[in-house]
T-cell receptor, first 116, second 110 residues
């Protein structure tokens, strides 16, 4: 079964540094997402991406965050200047599309970001 | 955006059937109901989705009454490996942002 893959599985960075989290969505999927989960808390929506642009973003997704689909397979989340409170598990997800059939999200296993 | 309400936790024993109910009183006409399972340090995993009546797959069944204001995930004969958090989401991919609530922590004991 095709799956969403994320790299690295664990990233440690110092406060103020830039990080790029990478994701390879399922190949025929058209919608891409980033969610995050702070330890012990619920999964929070960050951003959705379709047709090479952001469809929706949450209040968490401020100017420090950006997403990009640099080629036909990768989908990245960049945090420009990390803060301690950015420490969390970041999940990438993808879905086939939209329409009468509701295409469920398929999640990767996440990147654990630790900001020191 | 349809808000969902689920029990915070449930306990069960191996071999029992577990039913987790989710309330979504303001579900919209086009919204689907989707359930996910999450193990610690893993991403949520799609279990089942439905629009109305009953849906069954190899893992679970989903019961949705006619008014669609609630839904029940049924896990037959649970095992220890079914211990996880289960989330009920309501929405339509591509049209609404799918938001996770706190989910239901299911603990299966021997």
């Amino acid at each position: 079964e095709p799956e969403v893959t994320q790299t690295p599985s664990h990233q440690v960075t110092q406060m103020g540094q830039e990080v790029i989290l990478r994701c390879v969505p399922i190949s025929n999927h058209l919608y891409f997402y980033w969610y995050r989960q702070i330890l012990g808390q619920k999964v929070e929506f960050l951003v959705s991406f379709y047709n090479n642009e952001i469809s929706e973003k949450s209040e968490i997704f401020d100017d420090q965050f950006s997403v990009e689909r640099p080629d036909g397979s990768n989908f990245t989340l960049k945090i420009r200047s990390t803060k301690l409170e950015d420490s969390a598990m970041y999940f990438c997800a993808s879905s086939e599309g939209q329409g009468a059939y509701n295409s469920p999200l398929h999640f990767g296993n996440g990147t654990r970001l630790t900001v020191t | 955006l349809a808000k969902t309400t689920q029990p915070i936790s449930m306990d069960s024993y191996e071999g029992q059937e577990v039913n987790i109910t989710c309330s979504h009183n303001n579900i919209a006409t086009n919204d689907y109901i989707t359930w996910y399972q999450q193990f610690p340090s893993q991403g949520p995993r799609f279990i089942i989705q439905g629009y109305k009546t009953k849906v069954t797959n190899e893992v679970a069944s989903l019961f949705i009454p006619a008014d669609r204001k609630s839904s029940t995930l049924s896990l037959p004969r649970v095992s220890l490996s079914d211990t996880a958090v289960y989330y009920c989401l309501v929405g339509l991919t591509g049209y609404s942002t799918l938001t996770f609530g706190k989910g239901t922590m299911l603990l299966v004991s021997p």
